[in-house]
């Protein structure tokens, strides 16, 4: 057994609790997700974003066709400003309480950050972890999460 400590901010920390993935950025404008596919094999599903292939596809628009995977909870987020043309960036995090798998030959894979060789695993919620809010130096606000590993 042994132990692993990860640390960050507060929603870091909670997500990797909840065994939270992150997908994005995607700029306010939309990404071009139109007619490409997310495939869940744990729970089976498949989400194909709407509009004509390379369509952009909003922040919200994708988030709404994430919702239609059974037991998914999805949330958005502002990251700010960013990219190339200093546009304001969203990421979406999706998280189930027994886990999913996401297949890596989902054709919007690259586009939201996800793998195109390895299957993107979730293990759920994680109800060993311990979390503590320490100060580092300068920067309050840090969080670490201690759990046991086999």
Same mark, same amino acid.
């Given at each position: 057994?042994?132990? *692993?400590?990860? !640390?960050?901010? *507060?929603? *870091?920390?909670?997500?990797?609790? +909840?065994?939270?993935?992150?997908?994005? @950025?995607?700029?306010?404008?939309?990404?071009?997700?139109?007619?490409? !596919?997310?495939?869940? +094999?744990? @729970?089976? &599903?498949?989400?194909?974003?709407?509009?004509?292939?390379?369509?952009?596809?909003?922040?919200?628009?994708?988030?709404? *066709?994430?919702?239609?995977?059974?037991? %998914?909870?999805? /949330?958005?987020? +502002?990251?700010?400003?960013?990219? @190339?043309?200093?546009?304001? =960036?969203?990421?979406? /995090?999706? $998280?189930? /309480?027994?886990?999913?798998?996401?297949?890596?030959?989902?054709?919007?894979?690259? $586009? %939201?950050? %996800? /793998?195109?060789? &390895? &299957? !993107?695993?979730?293990?759920?919620?994680?109800?060993?972890? $311990?979390?503590?809010?320490?100060? =580092?130096?300068?920067? @309050?606000? =840090?969080?670490?999460? %201690?759990?046991?590993?086999?």
């Amino acid at each position: 057994m042994y132990y *692993e400590i990860v !640390t960050g901010t *507060e929603r *870091e920390i909670s997500d990797r609790i +909840n065994g939270a993935v992150t997908l994005g @950025p995607i700029p306010l404008a939309g990404a071009p997700l139109g007619g490409l !596919t997310v495939i869940f +094999n744990d @729970p089976a &599903d498949t989400v194909t974003f709407p509009g004509a292939a390379g369509a952009l596809v909003t922040p919200a628009a994708a988030a709404a *066709e994430l919702l239609g995977v059974s037991g %998914l909870v999805v /949330s958005i987020r +502002n990251g700010g400003p960013g990219g @190339p043309y200093n546009t304001t =960036q969203f990421w979406i /995090s999706i $998280q189930r /309480s027994d886990g999913f798998t996401i297949d890596a030959a989902g054709t919007a894979n690259a $586009q %939201l950050g %996800l /793998s195109t060789t &390895d &299957d !993107t695993v979730s293990d759920g919620a994680d109800t060993f972890a $311990q979390v503590v809010a320490y100060t =580092q130096g300068a920067t @309050p606000g =840090q969080y670490a999460m %201690l759990r046991a590993r086999d």
